[in-house]
């Protein structure tokens, strides 16, 4: 059974940082292409980050992009996402989630195993 476990949410003030683990069991790692998806309160679920099935790229939503970095430890079956300069509008549940197709990096649909999500909310 495939397992994946989010860790490092939390409660921070706007501009400071955050390092979300994400820990996968039950299937290679090196089996699975990774992101992260968030959801706010009232509304839907939307793409975060994520990585090409060869792991060479990354994608990340507009609104993220240059504050927050997503990568991954094969070693460790884990996933990463270190997130900086945070803002009140980051505030969600955050959830990592695997895929084992080759396409679709931002597509919820794609990924077949997901974590049950950790809380992050940036006070302003």
């Known amino acids: 059974q495939v397992q994946l476990v989010e860790s490092g949410g939390g409660l921070v003030q706007a501009g400071g940082s955050l390092r979300l683990s994400c820990t996968v069991s039950?299937?290679?790692?090196?089996?699975?292409?990774m992101a992260w998806f968030r959801q706010a309160p009232g509304k839907e679920r939307e793409f975060v980050a994520g990585?090409?099935?060869?792991?060479?790229?990354?994608n990340y939503a507009k609104s993220v992009r240059a504050r927050f970095t997503m990568s991954r430890d094969n070693a460790k079956s884990t996933s990463y996402l270190q997130m900086n300069s945070l803002k009140p509008e980051d505030t969600a549940v955050y959830y990592c989630a695997a895929r084992i197709s080759q396409q679709g990096i931002s597509n919820a649909a794609l990924y077949g195993y997901w974590g049950r999500g950790t809380q992050v909310t940036v006070s302003s």
């Open positions: 039950g299937r290679p790692f090196s089996s699975v292409a």
């Open positions: 990585e090409s099935w060869s792991g060479i790229s990354t």
